[in-house]
């Protein structure tokens, strides 16, 4: 045998030995015992809530109570955390989302300028004060403050003129007394329609059902008629006039006095 013959021997030899210890050891001695992996819990059910807050009125420590269940014992510390401030387990911490598009003070800037009569509804609020904004938006932010859409009352136009007038004479008449009142007659007068209503007239229907005898609005060309009903109160006595109206033209049905006890 050659001398690297021999040494070629010898190596082997030796690296056989190497791996049979090698293996011997790996197979006596097991391998270091890992520890348990905890899984991150951002979103707790009330019943795991409900536990780990047992344990800590147990008197166990995070650390313990993380051995105990599979969670990373910066999850227990924030639960306990929460259940301190929160003791129900079915109390949620509220995420924030997308922030408002209009802030407290821009509705409070809104309702100033409604009440100012410098806007007359929502579109005019978000044309004029909040233009990039959306009108629905607007719409529904002014809700959720208590000013809804609605539609404008009727009444009599009254000038500057007219606002004055009438002050001057509710103060001149303002000191009289029963007696001088006893002597003033009220008037009133109001408008029946025979043939329906002049108002708006609702239906509930569905598509294609426009032109449905229940759902359609019989209108004549001279309305119908109507009569006008007058009358005037006074201290014990009363009267009414009934007028018939056909067209422009009106008849007088009726005008008698009523009994006292309608008067005043």
């Known amino acids: 045998m050659s001398p690297g013959s021999a040494i070629f021997l010898i190596w082997a030899i030796s690296l056989e030995e190497d791996v049979a210890f090698n293996s011997i050891n790996f197979a006596i001695i097991p391998p270091y015992p890992s520890p348990p992996r905890h899984t991150m819990a951002p979103h707790l059910t009330p019943t795991k809530k409900a536990r ?113 007038a009438r002050r ?9 007394g ?33 032109f449905v005898p229940q759902n359609v609005r019989g209108v004549v060309k001279h309305r119908g008629g109507n009569i006008q009903v007058w009358g005037v109160l006074g201290e014990g006595q009363a009267h009414s006039k009934f007028l018939r109206s056909h067209g422009c033209s009106e008849v007088e049905i009726t005008s008698r006095p009523l009994p006292a006890r309608h008067g005043l």
């Open 168 to 176: 001057k004479w509710a103060i001149e008449f303002h000191e009289w």
């Open 52 to 164: 780990i807050w047992q344990y800590h009125t147990d008197g166990l420590s995070s650390c313990q109570i993380a051995d105990k269940l599979p969670w990373d014992r910066r999850t227990i510390d924030r639960t306990i955390t929460l259940m301190k401030q929160h003791p129900d387990p079915y109390y949620f911490v509220p995420r924030p989302g997308r922030p408002r598009s209009l802030t407290p003070a821009d509705l409070t800037f809104a309702k100033l300028s409604l009440k100012r009569g410098e806007c007359r509804d929502g579109a005019d609020v978000q044309r004029e004060l909040f233009p990039n904004t959306g009108a629905s938006t607007v719409r529904r932010a002014l809700a959720m403050i208590g000013l809804n859409g609605q539609v404008c009352r009727k009444k009599p136009y009254l000038s500057k003129r007219h606002i004055g």
């Open 178 to 210: 029963l007696p001088k009142w006893k002597a003033v007659w009220f008037a009133d007068e109001s408008k029946f329609d025979l043939f329906g209503s002049d108002g708006k007239l609702y239906c509930c229907r569905g598509p294609g059902e426009e």
